[in-house]
């Protein structure tokens, strides 16, 4: 926070804004301190808490609605009669794209990276439900510009395409994530020192970047990569979109790749490939707090969390957020 620039500037740019409302009440927080009691207790851990974005409601619920909250109303405002996105065959920003489509009356598309399946499980069969028509791009070619191709063709017809970036991952998207975070602050009076999340697209965590320090929070994030960035790094590429969402809020530049931690240990082999530690992580939380992780996302992250609490990382004085982005349908793949 400078004197230029306060957090009644930041709630005035965010009112200027267009936004279709999809997220009417603010996700829990809850504390998870079975969890905290299984890792070693009060004097070894860290106070540790989730906030529950699976709990958000439309299309059995997921972070990508925060974003959609901002990118609908840019396609509305724009006059957009159909809507396109991209993503994994088994992408939750696809499945909840289809269902706020559905629920605001929009033809939906969703461009797929190939090849279909022979039997549809999970995100696919709600995509199918939900009633977005499902394309999938071939084999090795780029499915942002397959997305881009169809948009192209949509033009010709005299459609009005609104092209949303995989993940919703754009300025505009991750408003939502510097919006969610004076949810967070303001509304719900927690101030964690860490915020833990998974880095697959860098929307999530670049409006959370551009958050903490619209709202002058010491809140350090820690984003665990489990999908390999656009560029050199998520280091550059977060703080790059952090910088075009604090630009989009009539803020100044604030964020460097030095300030961004996001490592890259935990994605395993590949993305979309569920990890041995990220499995542990999904049975632990499970069996401690009843509460369910997805292998692609929010497990690795969470199994960064407690690779952090476990190498002293988070000290036992800390208090450590865990930021659920939901994915849950993915475990039915």
Partial sequence: MTASYSASDFDAALARLPRVRLVPEATPIHRLDRLRDSLGGPNRVPTLLVKRDDLNGVALGGNKLRKLEWLFADALEQGADVLLTAGAAQSNHCRQTAGVGAMLGLETHLCLRGPEPARRTGNLILD??????????????????YMDVLATGMRAEGRRPYVISIGGSN?????????????MAHDQRTIPDYLVVATGSGGTQAGLEAGVR??????????????????????VDVA????????????????????VYCPMEYMGERYGASTPAGEEALRLLARTEGIFLDPVYSGKAFAGLLGGVASGLYSPTATVLFWHTGGVPALFA
């Fill in 128 to 145: 199918d439900w939900l009633g977005a028509a499902l394309h999938f791009a071939p084999e090795g070619e780029d499915v942002s510009g």
């Fill in 214 to 235: 619209l709202l002058g929070l010491t809140t350090r994030i820690h984003g665990m990569g489990v999908a390999l960035p656009d560029t050199v790094s998520w280091e």
């Fill in 171 to 183: 300025a505009v998207g991750a408003v939502g994530f510097a919006a969610a975070v004076r949810e």
């Fill in 240 to 259: 790059t979109l952090a910088n075009a969402t604090l630009a989009r809020l009539g803020a100044p530049d604030w964020v460097t790749p030095s300030d």
